[in-house]
Every structure is written in structure tokens, then in C-alpha cells.
């Protein structure tokens, strides 16, 4: 059981460092989608109510441990305050004055931001003594730790597990709620049980197949990591995203697949573009068929095709649990937005638990127009609800429990 935050309820006086996932999707400096500050909010509410000082940190992007002022967190501090309805104070740095000053001139329910956590490369480390070292300066800002940024339970990080070691450490609300939904995914899953995986973190999507083979019913693949996989079949994918080196790997996938008797569903057309562009001229094409598109080997898969939307949306209807993680296509343009599209209508309308798990899944959820309401659970992580599903044991999670 982790450590719940609802044990808490006199925090006055006490410094809670707040550790939210705040790693929202920028354009030239505006938030474009804002669900990962409001999943956070009542966490942070709770914690105002109980006249807790709160220092939240977040990471955002992937500055690569060098300040970066176009990874800044100030936006999202703009943001958190027109959400709360009261004054956030920046600090613009993490471990500095700035912070330390902050840390000391809150006051009883008051709210203070730190800048990006990954501006540090100690952070992120390989080091464990690097990250406690990061853990202990920022623990001199807090007599409290609560982690609420779900979608980073799954990383060995400072800010996630040793400074969680340091102080006393308990879950947010959002962390509750995510885990209590995998939860219910894993412990016994109504079935038939399909997971729908897209998006373009290829290797590490493909990792996870392996683990999840066991799991499930059905598996299904769109997105850029189907590529990899439609090579693996013997198919010339043309100019599409591919892991080469990960060919062999993905047909023992498919081995292990077929002795489980789960079936692995592939797209059976793809739509293939001239190029990466949001007016890029394209085509449907067999998904055996990619490199005799009319652009021949410069095409690029940029979507699943309509005939493999119908199947998908099909499959998904005769499920009675789904979880799905990334996108089928790049959504982000409207001409390549309709298997994604397909995908998420069919989990609204599907009878049974429906699941989204990713940031920019959640966001495609979101700029296509369906309400958060019509879907079981929307998951601020990816990589850490896909972890959790494989049933690995993550950091950030285990050092919250008794
Ligand atoms: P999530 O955040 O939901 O876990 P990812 O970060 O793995 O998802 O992937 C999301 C991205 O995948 C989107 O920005 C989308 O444009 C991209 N994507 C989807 N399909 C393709 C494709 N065929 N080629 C390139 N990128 C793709
Ligand atoms: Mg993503």
C-alpha cells in the first residue's frame, strides 16, 4: 500500500515539495495542452487546504541537463496560478537562491514553482551518488516529499526516488487514482483484453511487447512502431520510421506470440506521404505495398490506412478491456489524424473498461474534440502505465510503499 497523502491532514507550517509531472506540449512558448497541470490540481488543493507551504517541481522536455530557456517552466507557472485563482512564485532555478528564497517567504497555503528539474544534469544521472547529492540540496527546500508526477514513477530519478528516500514521502492523489486503475487492469482483467500500441518511441514501445505478449488477448500496433514490425514480416517500409537493428527481436515477437496463441493485428493498409508535412501529398497503399507508392522509396507511412481503422475500431468493440498508448498516426495533421481518430472513437464507444495511456496520446484525446469523460481513465504517463502493465516493479513507486 503507498503512503497516502489523505493521512495528512494538518500540514500547517510544513514545506511539502510536490514532485508533478508538468512536462506539457510547448509551441514558441504556449501551452498547447494543459491536462497534465490540471491532473495535478487537486492534489495541490488538498495540500493548500491543509495550509501546507507548497514547492512544486517538474521536469520539462529534454533539456539534457544544460539550461535551456525554451524548456522553461515559467509558462506553466502562469498557467498553475489562472488555475488555482492565487499567486504562484517562480523561482528560476532549483537548488539556488532563487529557490532557497522561496522555499523561506511562503506562507501557510501558499504556492511556489521551481524551474526544470532536468536544467541539472544530476537529475537524470547514471549516478546514484550524483542523484542523492541532487536529492539532498533540493530536500533543504522541504520537510515533506509528495509525488504526484506519475508519469515519471518509472525513472530511477533524483527528484523521484532518492529525495523520496531523504524525506518523509507520500503519494499525491493523481498517483493514487493511476495506480488504483493499472491496478484494476492487471490484478483480473475482464476479457477479452487487447492493448493498442502507436506512437514513436520505437524501442522502447518494442520492449515492451515482449512482456505484455503474456498479458493480453489481442495486441494491436500502428503508429511509427509498426513499421519496424511490417520490416520484420519481410515488407520494404520505404522511407517510413524503422528500427533495423531491432528486426530480429521483433520476430521472436511474433514467435512468442503465436505459441501463446495471442494474435497480433497489424495494420493492412497504410497511408503512405511525399514527406513529413502537414500538406504533404500522400496515398493509401497495401501495407505490403509501401515502397511501390507513387513516391517510391522517399514515402513515408504517416498514418494507418481506413480499411485497418475499421479492424481496429472492430476488434476494440468486441473487447472488454482495452489500453491504448500512442497515437496511429501523426495526428498532430489533420490528413493524418484518422486512424488515430478511428481508434479513440472506437474505446468511447466500446462496452467495458476503456484505458488512454501517454502524454500525447492524452493530448490527441483531447485536440480531436472527445470529452475526457467519455473514456474509463486517461493516464498522464505512457512509458510509466506500460511499465506498470509489463508488471515491473517501478522505483518511484515502490519507495512510497510500506
Ligand atoms: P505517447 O506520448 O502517447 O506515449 P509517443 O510519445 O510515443 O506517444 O508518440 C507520439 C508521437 O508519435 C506523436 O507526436 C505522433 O506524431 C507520432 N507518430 C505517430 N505515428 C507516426 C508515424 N507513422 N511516423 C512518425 N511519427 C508518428
Ligand atoms: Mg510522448
Redesign the pocket.
Known amino acids: 500500500m503507498l503512503r497516502s497523502i489523505s493521512s495528512l491532514d494538518d500540514l500547517s507550517g510544513k514545506r511539502v515539495i510536490l514532485r508533478c509531472d508538468f512536462n506539457v506540449p510547448l509551441d514558441s512558448g504556449e501551452i498547447v495542452d494543459d491536462g497534465r497541470i490540471r491532473a495535478a490540481l487537486p492534489t495541490i488543493r488538498h495540500l493548500i487546504d491543509s495550509g501546507a507551504r507548497v514547492i512544486a517541481c517538474s521536469h520539462l522536455g529534454r533539456p539534457d541537463g544544460e539550461v535551456k530557456p525554451e524548456y522553461s517552466l515559467a509558462p506553466v507557472a502562469q498557467r498553475l496560478e489562472e488555475l488555482l485563482g492565487q499567486p504562484v512564485i517562480f523561482a528560476s532555478d532549483t537548488i539556488g537562491s532563487q529557490a532557497k528564497a522561496a522555499s523561506k517567504v511562503l506562507e501557510d497555503g501558499g504556492v511556489a514553482l521551481l524551474e526544470n528539474l532536468r536544467f541539472s544534469p544530476l537529475e537524470t544521472s547514471k549516478d546514484s551518488a550524483e542523484r542523492a547529492e541532487f536529492a539532498k540540496q533540493l530536500s533543504e527546500l522541504g520537510d515533506v516529499l509528495v509525488s504526484d508526477g506519475f508519469g515519471v514513477v518509472h525513472r530511477k530519478q533524483a527528484s523521484v526516488y532518492e529525495l523520496a528516500e531523504l524525506l518523509p514521502s507520500y503519494a499525491g492523489l493523481l498517483v493514487e487514482r493511476e495506480v488504483e486503475v493499472l491496478q484494476s487492469l492487471t490484478a483480473n482483467p475482464q476479457r477479452p483484453y487487447a492493448v493498442v500500441l502507436?506512437?514513436?518511441?520505437v524501442s522502447d514501445?518494442l520492449a515492451v511487447i515482449e512482456n505484455l505478449l503474456p498479458r493480453v488477448d489481442k495486441l494491436l500496433v500502428?503508429?511509427?512502431m509498426v513499421?519496424t514490425l511490417l520490416a520484420a514480416k519481410g515488407h520494404d517500409v520505404a522511407s517510413?520510421?524503422l528500427e533495423a537493428d531491432q528486426i530480429d527481436t521483433v520476430k521472436g515477437f511474433f514467435a512468442q506470440a503465436e505459441s501463446l496463441g495471442v494474435e497480433i493485428v497489424l495494420p493492412s493498409d497504410i497511408v503512405v506521404a511525399s514527406g513529413f508535412s502537414k500538406d504533404a501529398e500522400h496515398e493509401v497503399v497495401a501495407a505490403d505495398q509501401i515502397a511501390s507508392s507513387k513516391f517510391g522509396s522517399a514515402g513515408?507511412?504517416?498514418?494507418i490506412g481506413p480499411e485497418s481503422a475499421k479492424v481496429f475500431a472492430s476488434v476494440i468493440a468486441a473487447s472488454k478491456t482495452v489500453f491504448w498508448?500512442?497515437?496511429?498516426?501523426?495526428?498532430?495533421f489533420e490528413n493524418f489524424s484518422h486512424g488515430t481518430r478511428a481508434v479513440a472513437q472506437a474505446l468511447t464507444a466500446m462496452d467495458g473498461l476503456s484505458v488512454v495511456?501517454?502524454?500525447?496520446?492524452?493530448s490527441a484525446v483531447r485536440a480531436l474534440g472527445f470529452s475526457e469523460e467519455a473514456f474509463g481513465h486517461i493516464s498522464t504517463g505512457?512509458?510509466a502505465s506500460l511499465e506498470y502493465l509489463e508488471g515491473k516493479a517501478l522505483p518511484g513507486l515502490e519507495v512510497l510503499d510500506d
Open positions: 502507436g506512437g514513436s518511441k514501445k500502428g503508429g511509427g513499421f517510413s520510421l513515408i507511412g504517416l498514418d498508448n500512442g497515437p496511429m498516426g501523426v495526428f498532430e495511456g501517454g502524454g500525447d496520446s492524452a505512457g512509458g
